[in-house]
T-cell receptor
Framework: AQKVTQAQTEISVVEKEDVTLDCVYE???????LFWYKQPPSGELVFLIR??????QNEISGRYSWNFQKSTSSFNFTITASQVVDSAVYFC??????????FGKGTRLHILP | DGGITQSPKYLFRKEGQNVTLSCEQN?????MYWYRQDPGQGLRLIYY???????QKGDIAEGYSVSREKKESFPLTVTSAQKNPTAFYLC???????????????FGDGTRLSIL
């Protein structure tokens, strides 16, 4: 069965610090996709990244980077030089052959000025 | 601009009433989804539709019903059978449904439903 675990319920860091959000997943399929979404206080979910199971290259987009490791079934998300605007709930999600996306419970990130 | 519109933003329901949440998209997406968000629970899938006139139950469909008569519309009805309807409801869409699980879902702004 699919499962996504975000063990960190809430994280607080001071602005400009780096922070890593953990995501561990379970699936029996060899083909699957992983996602990260951001949910700011306004409520809507914003798509950040999609990664397929055959591409283990890490990705960097500005201050955001993602570390995908199949050996540990993890897809961690790092924000470098955090800013107050990064404060949000971040969701990791998994989709395999069922076409449904399963979300983790989310990590609430507080960036303190 | 293309996007997903959910209305209303806030909704109040008396016990025993059915209430319908609206979701409209002009992205020409085939697939649409309804999620429920409770504190500490993340997002849970209620119903999804991969094509017009077809929909499937998600993980927590009991007490809910949907229809998909038009590609751009996927209304969710919260029936009186749903014993704990107070939650934040998010509608989403993706380009394709069946066989294209790699497509990201795009979300509306959500509707917050409360029981009076």
């Amino acid at each position: 069965a699919q499962k996504v675990t975000q063990a960190q319920t809430e994280i607080s860091v001071v602005e400009k610090e780096d922070v890593t959000l953990d995501c561990v997943y379970e699936t029996r399929d060899t083909t699957y996709y992983l996602f990260w979404y951001k949910q700011p206080p306004s409520g809507e979910l914003v798509f950040l990244i999609r990664r397929n199971s055959f591409d283990e290259q890490n990705e960097i987009s500005g201050r955001y980077s993602w570390n995908f490791q199949k050996s540990t079934s993890s897809f961690n998300f790092t924000i470098t030089a955090s800013q107050v605007v990064d404060s949000a709930v971040y969701f990791c999600a998994l989709s395999d052959r069922d076409d449904k996306i399963i979300f983790g419970k989310g990590t609430r990130l507080h960036i303190l000025p | 601009d293309g996007g997903i519109t959910q209305s209303p933003k806030y909704l109040f329901r008396k016990e025993g009433q059915n209430v319908t949440l609206s979701c409209e998209q002009n992205l020409n997406h085939d697939a649409m989804y309804w999620y429920r968000q409770d504190p500490g629970q993340g997002l849970r899938l209620i119903y999804y539709s991969q094509i017009v006139n077809d929909f499937q139950k998600g993980d927590i469909a009991e007490g809910y019903s949907v229809s998909r008569e038009k590609k751009e519309s996927f209304p969710l009805t919260v029936t009186s059978a749903q014993k704990n309807p107070t939650a934040f409801y998010l509608c989403a869409s993706s380009i394709h449904g069946r066989g294209d699980s790699n497509q990201p879902q795009h979300f509306g702004d959500g509707t917050r439903l409360s029981i009076l």
